[in-house]
């Protein structure tokens, strides 16, 4: 499965993006699919994953929304009310299996930079 993210920018605080992750996998829909990202200096941390549902980490709950497309064999997060906090490498995975680790997904795509002013 290869995975190809999009969508990052600069943006000020209190902007919007969305981000988008196409992949290839003609079995995409039978993939959970994740959202991480990795600040400066930080670990790799989830951000958002959806398979039969949905989950979010605490931090963006009520600002980001996952969704997918099936038909189209992409994946995007919804980013609203950014904050300078938010800026981060943004990562799209495919996995198997529900999980907010990222060890337990298989796939991943390149990243996307999204920076966030004050």
């Known amino acids: 499965v290869q995975l190809q993210a999009s969508g990052g920018g600069l943006v000020q605080a209190g902007d919007s993006l969305r981000l988008s992750c196409a992949a290839s996998?003609?079995?995409?829909?039978?993939?959970?699919m994740g959202w991480f990202r990795q600040g400066p200096g930080k670990e790799r941390e989830f951000v958002a994953m959806?398979?039969?549902?949905?989950y979010y980490t605490n931090s963006v709950k009520g600002r980001f929304t996952i969704s997918r497309d099936n038909s189209k064999n992409t994946v995007y997060l919804q980013m609203n009310s950014l904050k300078p906090e938010d800026t981060a490498i943004y990562y799209c995975?495919?996995?198997?299996?529900?999980?907010?680790?990222?060890?337990?997904?298989?796939?991943w795509g390149q990243g996307t930079q999204v920076t966030v002013s004050s």
């Open positions: 995975a495919a996995g198997k299996s529900v999980s907010t680790t990222p060890q337990r997904y298989d796939y």
């Open positions: 996998a003609g079995t995409f829909s039978s993939y959970v």
């Open positions: 959806i398979g039969s549902g949905t």
